[in-house]
């Protein structure tokens, strides 16, 4: 017979939430994360991503099983329609980051939440990719994310919540605030 | 019977990319389109997110069928593993908006390619995330995504493919040099 204790807020075991806290405040070397995937092009707009391996707290690791990401267009932007595209995929990045950066905070604070959901859209102007106009940015204009959340909290902490995931989010912060990108290209003989 | 001409390069329809390039250089107003998602939480690091519709033309789309991503956290991450987390997403986004305007711009310019494939990887420190220290950064320090390219280019051409991706694409744009987000939450009763 195995007993066990857990300490579980919105999902989120908080005892090893606070271990891992206590690490990497230990051992700051230890939040050093490396995230990876490998990419290659099908045909036209279609192309597909491996998510396999990371590496963090000083370790490698292998997810449980490998993911497969499918992007392409949609007949009018001249895809086959095979799987979101790219800028979709970026709205889910955000969403998914806020979300579970609100709700993993929220538990560290006891802060329980019922529900939680989202709509996000975004505005490109075509006339930026396809170098029409150099006025005009290739990437979104803007981009608005609606939260609705179900949960016993009052007022101050329903907007104490809303704060939480622009306030912590990785995807949030490297979206906002944009992040250095080095693109290198070789030759396969 | 039923003959069909088309001018394909790279899987890409040269001809309706051409349609296109003429209709919003003739009417700049159908370029505006507008992307969308629905997320919802399910538990601890998960949830999910649905693709369904979009705008654009001047016109509203649905796609051939809706795509359900899936966001999930690894257990170093206290989550249960059943999907790419975010961040990783982050990277496919990249990865796939990277490519696919790379491969549409070369064959604008009459350039084929026979194979492209990309290596992506980000840094990241949890002591961002996990509000340990305010100077570092919450989001991804720093991107490296390596290409390679197989086709009948010259070294010249191989130069001007590696920088077609970063020129062009959206999501590139939007991650490097950043978009206004804007965050709000109203309660479900």
Redesign the interface.
């Known amino acids: 017979m195995k007993l066990e204790l857990t300490t579980k807020t919105?999902?989120?075991?908080t005892t090893?939430?606070q271990e891992?806290?206590s690490a990497?405040?230990a051992k700051?070397e230890?939040?050093?994360?490396?995230?990876?995937?490998?990419?290659?092009?099908i045909?036209?707009?279609?192309?597909r991503?491996e998510?396999k391996s990371?590496s963090?707290?000083g370790?490698d690791?292998t997810?449980?099983r490998d993911?497969i990401?499918v992007?392409d267009?949609?007949d009018?932007?001249?895809g086959a329609?095979r799987?979101?595209?790219?800028?979709?995929?970026?709205?889910?990045?955000?969403?998914?980051?806020?979300?579970?950066?609100m709700?993993?905070h929220a538990a560290a604070r006891g802060i329980e939440?019922e529900?939680?959901?989202?709509?996000?859209?975004?505005?490109?102007?075509?006339?930026?990719?396809?170098?029409?106009?150099p006025t005009?940015?290739?990437?979104?204009?803007?981009?608005?994310?609606?939260?609705?959340?179900?949960g016993n909290v009052t007022d101050e902490q329903?907007?104490e919540?809303?704060n939480l995931?622009?306030?912590?989010?990785?995807?949030?912060?490297?979206?906002?605030?944009?992040?250095?990108?080095?693109?290198?290209?070789?030759?396969?003989p």
């Open positions: 919105n999902g989120v075991d090893r939430l891992t806290v990497v405040k700051p230890l939040g050093r994360f490396n995230f990876r995937i490998e990419n290659r092009w045909e036209c707009g279609e192309n991503s998510v990371y963090g707290c370790q690791f997810h449980k993911f990401l992007a267009e949609p009018i932007l001249l329609d799987g979101a595209n790219p800028v979709e995929y970026l709205l889910h990045a955000l969403a998914s980051c806020v979300t579970t950066s709700v993993y939440v529900h939680v959901e989202s709509a996000l859209d975004g505005d490109l102007d075509l006339q930026g990719f396809l170098g029409l106009d005009v940015r290739k990437g979104y204009q803007q981009i608005r994310m609606k939260m609705r959340i179900k329903l907007k919540l809303s995931g622009p306030t912590f989010s990785p995807v949030f912060d490297s979206l906002k605030n944009g992040v250095p990108i080095a693109v290198s290209a070789e030759r396969i």
